[in-house]
């Protein structure tokens, strides 16, 4: 897994400290832990769960071991724009998967990456309830209905800055 | 206690609630295979994570086989453990696992000594069903001072997950990822060496296939043994002459000393010397630093430390340099006997066979991969020439004998070589745990009371419960000493006199099971503790077999101190003989 440097300010340190206290510092919460402390930074860099660790006074290892485990777990920040697409049955047999390829070669990254400019970033999902739709693909809090590969392109356009 | 009846391949079987049918079977002589279970009894580790399914059962009225490692007994239950139904799965098992391992065995450190091969062996395996369209995972490879992990060869039975972090709590391994992805890793993915791993070797000690082996020096020394520049001396651990037998198929425990200096002397060592004898420098040293801050507290002075711990375990001097860096100054300076004997051996020797510190090359057998890593430290070089050059451990040691198709059985006893090579019943316990603290009160009473030591058998220092403790009397002065092995156990012991929980005078560590007998780089004791009893058992047979048993006797020791050292914690033995501990923290957390 690629490995991103992070600098946690004081106050970064101290917010964990207190989410881990919100959970008593028992190690048993560590996946409850993991997801508050995601919510908060949005993804789980190595300094974070270095800090969860000691907290919680379990090894650094197992940390890591849980966050490698759970798909939602990520040690990659997300881009400004991220981009989820539906891979559920319904987007799937619709053509979810041309749209994935489409967006994965224009952007040149692969599914839980991050562009290098930090803008977009994939993700895949299952199922927005929005079947109807199919293929479904959100972009932050957007969502876009019956998706071609055609169109990725503008999508894209969409958020030039 | 609740009995539960039950009937196992048509015997009766009597048992109380809650065991497992794998143990119930175990007691009607039935040996169900097991591939990722591991049962260290004394130790107090049962892994069974049920992971490997090679111990599946067919239970009468059960839809699906039932693994027998973690599936606990219940009233009236019919077993069948070698049923057609229960061989086919194991085969299916056994060959799926071996679809996605390196077909290597002919070149794997590990072969004839492998627990998978040996399944393979006894199922039968010729063939591998679907293996053309078997997906292989593959890990990069990473290769530390003393310890390689292969992860292609990993079956993730994750029996070193459980030795690293339930029994030595170290936490530098951990499985991560998921599915076909899967491996034991430190924490993100780091190589080991930046891990907060000791080296204690017990991940190497318990896995079952070649994917955690020691790093192999034996190429290394084979070509200096032919170097006619070189002068290649050898030391050779306690530990080893006790276990070096099982190499060789001797049974556990017997003493193996004689025919062990034989073996190294026909391998071309020039000078075939003894660990022991920097033993019992070491307890020279270590047992006089215990004594100047015993009368120092005694006197009033409120800044000396104590307990005083012992420092002979590089595992554990790894453990406490990342863990407990609060207490860097709690033990003893003292170098560890390794490396005591390396730079005696590199000065005082050197000197006296007129050969240059470079030419001389001093190899130490070690039932230990820890002293690898101990050996390569900056500490212990002079102008980048290590006081050690390298360890092998038992194993390699084992290897290398017939290798050079030295017929071990044959061999006749023979006598180290001197001055290095004599040494007291005192230094042989150090290999047993207990045994230094025991060690080094025998010399620390005679001092301290100026009083003959009558009885030097301390039974209440030995013995294999984890963490022991027993107060000796010094002439009316009652002395506390804790004992702990396993850095599980060391770690109690340490958070017991942070917390002023404890109060002891001095504090023996050693980071294996047993101490070195149970070291990481010994003979595979494929999980029977009783071996490590019986090794530990002929430790001290040796210990009442010596004339002296006492370190300062020791007419060598003694020598060395006129002719050379002076006195202990003297100017020289401060330079050549004690060490300084560094903060490695850094490695875990770095914010």
């Not at chain 2, 390699?396 to 290095?420: T, V, W």
């Not at chain 2, 000796?472 to 929980?501: C, T, V, Y």
């Amino acid at each position: 897994m690629s490995r991103i440097k992070v600098e946690l300010k004081k106050k970064d340190v101290d917010t964990i400290r207190e989410i881990c206290k919100s959970f008593n510092n028992l190690p048993g919460e560590l996946i409850n832990v993991l997801h508050k402390a995601q919510h908060t930074f949005g993804y789980l860099p190595a300094e974070v769960q270095e800090v969860v660790a000691r907290e919680l006074n379990v090894p650094v290892a197992k940390v890591y071991g849980v966050v490698t485990f759970y798909s939602f777990f990520s040690m990659i920040p997300k881009g400004k724009h991220p981009i989820s697409v539906c891979t559920g049955t319904a987007c799937y047999v619709r053509g979810a998967e041309n749209v994935l390829a489409e967006f994965k070669k224009n952007l040149k990254i692969d599914v839980g990456e991050t562009t290098s400019d930090g803008k977009f970033s994939i993700s895949c999902l299952r199922c927005v309830g929005a079947c109807g739709l199919a293929p479904v693909v959100m972009v932050g809090e957007k969502t876009y209905g019956r998706v071609s590969p055609e169109m990725v392109k503008d999508i894209l356009k969409e958020y030039d800055e | 206690m609740e009995m539960v009846k039950l009937t196992i391949d048509n015997k009766q079987v009597e048992i109380p609630k809650g065991t497992t049918i794998y143990k119930a079977a175990k007691q009607v002589g039935i040996d169900i295979p097991v591939l990722c279970y591991m049962d260290l009894k004394d130790l107090n580790i049962e892994h069974k994570p049920g992971g490997c399914r090679i111990c599946v059962v067919e239970v009468e009225g059960r839809r699906n086989l039932a693994p027998s490692c973690s599936t606990e007994v219940t009233e009236g239950m019919n077993v069948k453990t070698h049923s057609i139904r229960v061989l086919n799965a194991r085969r299916t098992v056994l060959e799926l696992l071996l679809s996605d391992h390196p077909k290597e065995c002919l070149t794997c450190a590990k072969s004839g000594n492998c627990d998978l091969q040996n399944l393979a062996i006894m199922m039968g395996i010729r063939e591998i069903h679907n293996e053309d369209i078997a997906e292989m995972s593959t890990y990069r490879m990473d290769t530390s001072p003393a310890i390689i992990r292969d992860l292609n060869k990993c079956i993730m039975c994750r029996r070193c997950e459980t030795m690293c972090n339930d029994f030595q709590t170290v936490g530098a391994l951990s499985a991560i990822n998921r599915g076909f992805m899967s491996v034991v890793a430190p924490a993100f993915e780091m190589d080991l060496e930046d891990s907060v791993c000791t080296y204690c070797g017990q991940c190497v000690a318990v896995c079952p296939t070649g994917a955690l082996t020691e790093v192999d020096h034996t190429r290394q020394l084979i070509r200096d043994l032919a170097n006619p520049n070189k002068t290649v001396i050898v030391q050779t651990a306690p530990a080893v002459r006790v276990a070096l037998g099982e190499m060789f198929d001797l049974p556990a425990g017997t003493l193996v000393t004689g025919k062990l200096v034989a073996a190294l002397r026909r391998l071309g060592f020039k000078y075939v010397f003894d660990t022991d004898f920097s033993a019992d420098l070491t307890i020279m040293e270590e047992g006089t630093e215990l004594l100047e801050r015993l009368t120092r507290h005694l006197s009033g002075d409120k800044t000396v430390k104590l307990p005083i711990l012992t420092s002979c375990c590089p595992g554990w001097v790894n453990f406490f340099e990342s863990q407990f860096i609060d207490m860097l100054e709690i033990p003893s300076t003292a170098r560890s006997p390794q490396q005591m004997f390396g730079s005696i051996a590199k000065t005082y020797f050197a000197d006296k066979i007129q050969v240059k510190r470079q030419d001389l090359v001093v190899v130490s057998i070690m039932p230990c991969l820890a002293k690898k890593y101990e050996c390569t430290r900056d500490e212990f070089k002079v102008d980048g020439n290590p006081d050690v050059d390298y360890s092998i451990s038992t194993r390699e040691l084992g290897h290398l004998i017939k290798q050079a198709n030295i017929d071990f059985h044959s061999l006749p006893d023979e006598e180290f070589d001197n001055p290095l090579g004599e040494s007291t019943g005192a230094a042989v316990i150090f290999g047993a745990t207990g045994g230094v603290i025991e060690a080094a009160v025998r010399t620390a009473y005679e001092i301290f009371t100026k009083k003959k030591l009558e009885k030097v058998d301390f039974l209440e220092l030995r013995g294999m419960g984890g963490i022991r403790e027993a107060t000796l009397d010094f002439d009316g002065l009652p002395i506390r000493i804790g004992i702990a092995h396993g850095l599980g156990n060391a770690r109690k012991l340490l958070e017991d006199i942070r917390s002023g929980k404890s109060n002891y005078h001095a504090i023996e560590i050693m980071a294996c099971p047993g101490g070195c007998i149970g070291g990481g780089g010994q003979p595979l004791h494929h999980g029977n503790i009783e071996i490590l009893k019986k090794r530990t058992a002929a430790i001290y047979r040796e210990d009442a077999n010596k004339p002296i048993r006492k370190s300062h006797e020791n007419p060598y020791i003694i020598k060395l101190y006129e002719e050379f050292l002076g006195k202990p914690l003297g100017e020289k033995s401060h330079k050549l003989l004690h060490t300084h501990y560094v903060d490695k923290s850094k490695k875990i957390i770095y914010i």
